[in-house]
């Protein structure tokens, strides 16, 4: 009979609770177990000393018998100290997929492209006649006084109070 010490779910839906049970393999998730160990709640935060209960001494028994403990457990176990830490690699879960290997080719290539650009030496455009017109325009809008515009402004606000009275004296 192979026995492991695992995670018994309980709790309600979407709110979990696990046990922590030693059982043997072929019994459910769920179902028959030997005895139970501890306890664990995800929903807690991680430093609260509430998240994982372990019967250290019982454990360390039934590892003694032989028992083998899931990976989730002796995750655990390990940040307990009761186990030493293994070594895991998984190399290949930090390397990006192809559309984002591309993604980074791409933005990489914008960026020395702009870079390029913003080196480059800037020459004047060829179009000088373009440029004086700009010129004109702008010294030709400085000529035109400013009083003008406000002049409009106070004949439009003198206006509109003329107006209310004949739009009141109409819907009367």
């Known amino acids: 009979m192979a026995i492991k010490i695992r995670l018994a779910r309980g709790g309600s839906k979407k709110r979990p609770f696990y046990r922590i049970v030693a059982a043997d393999s072929r019994m459910p998730r769920d179902g028959r177990f ?17 998240r994982v209960k372990m019967n250290i001494e019982r454990i360390q028994h039934w590892i ?26 998984n190399p290949k879960s930090a ?18 492209a702009a870079a ?28 035109t ?11 439009t606000a003198a206006d509109e109070p003329e107006k209310d009275a004949d739009e009141k004296a109409k819907a009367e």
Do not use: F, W
């Not at 390029?116 to 000529?143: L, M, N, Q, Y």
């Open 116 to 143: 390029e650009a913003a080196a480059a030496p800037v020459e004047k455009p060829a179009d000088e006649p373009a440029a004086d017109v700009a010129e004109e325009t702008a010294s030709a809008e400085a000529d």
């Open 145 to 155: 006084p400013a009083e003008e515009p406000a002049k409009e402004a106070a004949e």
């Open 34 to 50: 030997i005895e139970r160990l501890g306890t664990y709640n995800p929903l807690l935060p991680k430093d609260s000393e509430e």
């Open 64 to 89: 003694g018998l032989g028992a083998q403990p899931t990976d989730r457990i002796s995750r655990m176990l390990e940040a307990a100290g009761v186990m030493p830490a293994k070594t895991r690699s």
């Open 95 to 112: 390397v990006p997929g192809e559309k984002a290997a591309k993604r980074v080719e791409e933005k990489a290539a914008k960026a020395t």
